[in-house]
Nanobody
Framework: QVQLVESGGGLVQAGDSLRLSCAAS????????MGWFRQAPGKEREFVAVINWSGSGTYYADSVKGRFTISRDNAKNTVYLQMNTLKPEDTAVYYC??????????????????WGQGTQVTVSS
């Protein structure tokens, strides 16, 4: 398994931007599909975005499409989530997750093997 550490969360105002980072350990990072999920208080963890091993394929939840961008730098063992035009409903703990394999249209949390500890994003109105 790979160890994951998220960073970049914080308190922002509606309309602002944030970039989350997720640093992974190990030398096989490029063999993992990487995803971002989020969990708001009292709600289930929900899919946000996913990227395939090379970065050539991405998929987004409808709620963030056009505002968020997932990317990765395999040389740095890092995946990013650029979040623009943030809304109060984006407030949540954001988690990155890793999954071995080539299929990347994977939006179910239970299908991911490794998780980070999460980073809090709070968007005020």
């Amino acid at each position: 398994q790979v160890q994951l550490v998220e960073s970049g969360g914080g308190l922002v105002q509606a309309g602002d931007s944030l970039r989350l980072s997720c640093a992974a350990s190990g030398r096989t990072f490029s063999s993992y599909v990487m995803g971002w999920f989020r969990q708001a208080p009292g709600k289930e963890r929900e899919f946000v975005a996913v990227i395939n091993w090379s970065g050539s394929g991405t998929y987004y939840a409808d709620s963030v499409k056009g505002r968020f961008t997932i990317s990765r730098d395999n040389a740095k063992n890092t995946v990013y989530l650029q979040m623009n035009t943030l809304k109060p409903e984006d407030t949540a703990v954001y988690y990155c997750a890793a999954r071995k394999g080539s299929a990347y249209y994977i939006t179910t949390a239970a299908d991911y093997d490794s998780w980070g500890q999460g980073t809090q994003v709070t968007v005020s109105s």
